[in-house]
């Protein structure tokens, strides 16, 4: 009995030590748990104040000027935020960063808040062309910057980018600035940088810048008026297929004499085939300055010229020789040298090289054969003295050219790419 209440009293105290010993080392694993928590809540909060520094710091950076920052706080926002993304890539982009450039061709248009999205991504898409000097994307740039496309209004920068597209013999651009510097609406009009880029797109073989060349010798823009000068532009605009040249050639030719007379009514008549709709009755009031004898001879010669112009593209001067060569002309008639004096605005060089040009021809060098055997047979047939044909107007009538070429007012208003 008393062994089994010794036993007892032992197994007692046994599980009473066990029992405390547990409860030691939970109340220790909760205390040393509870300061790991501590220390963990601790070391949040610093990585937290520090995240928060940073940030502050990349944001301070990116209101500075430093692009990284700019595009990393960009990047962030994308997913959350597209406004915030664009405004953040808009000051790198403005820094010229392709990266962010880039980035607003393709989001801006994503932004359905914003109704100038689509034209923002369209600007910022022509920006980045623009770079690699492509013409066509320089000279839209420049006309969202003179339009406020896209963008905020800027002209001074927007003819810097459309004089760049025209130097790369962008047309469309050569025409602009020569309508642009006789606009209303050009602060610093010149127009002698109008006649000099219309010639430069004349000389590129385009029938908008033969006409409105003409239309400058024709009126004195840039350039002082001279009628052979202009009917010779508006003739090459003939050449290039434009039945409205065609019928301002032949308006031209009126009133000077009976082969003037004959070379308007070839005009007329190409224009008429051509679909000029007030060609035909300009056709048929000429006809009465041209003799009865010599009426047929000039219709053979427009049967002929037509002929020439369906067989697009005409050599240049093809159809001007053979008028030349029939009828005796000895118009203007510029050389490669005279033309680049005259896209360089340098009137006295190209003075110079045209008296030149007029003074080889007076050495006595017999004149250039004919090569066209239509023009040797019109010539051996047709009986085209002046002195037989008096019956034309006594003086040449100045027309109204007004209708004749587009403003720039109307090109400028035109639809957007």
Known sequence: MPNIVIGLGVASVVLIWVVVRYFAAVKKQQHAAKEQHLKDEKYKRVLEKAKVAERQEKIFK???????????LAKEYELTNVREAIQWYRKAADLDN????????????????????????????????????????????????????????????????????????????????????????????DPLMAFCWRVRAAVNQDVKGCIKTAFCYQTGVGVAKDKYRAIYWLERAAELGSSEAQFLAAKMHLGAGANDAAIAYIWFSIAHASGHQEAKTARDDVVQHIGIESILSVQNVAKSVYKILKQQPVPAHAVIELLDQIYGRQGYRPTEEMLAALVAGDFDAETELATSDMGDDSDGEPEKP????????????????????????????????????????????????
């Open 62 to 72: 990116a209101q500075t000027g430093h692009v990284s920052s700019q595009l990393s």
């Open 370 to 417: 004919l090569t066209n055997p239509e023009a040797e047979a019109f010539v051996a047939d047709a009986d085209l003295s002046a002195s037989k044909n008096e019956t034309a107007a006594k003086e040449y009538q100045q027309q109204n050219w007004a209708t004749s070429w587009d403003s720039f007012a109307v090109e400028n208003d035109k639809p957007q790419a």
């Open 98 to 189: 392709d990266i962010a450039q880039n980035a607003l061709a393709r989001l801006c248009r994503l932004d359905i808040d914003d109704p100038q999205g689509e034209a923002k991504s369209l600007y910022w898409e022509h920006v980045v062309r623009a770079k690699s000097k492509d013409a066509e994307a320089l000279f839209e740039l420049g006309r969202y910057k003179i339009r406020g496309f896209g963008t905020d209004i800027d002209t001074e920068a927007g003819i810097e980018n459309i004089i760049a597209s025209a130097e790369l013999e962008h047309i469309t651009a050569q025409l602009f600035l020569g309508d642009w510097y006789v606009a209303e609406v050009n602060p610093k009009p």
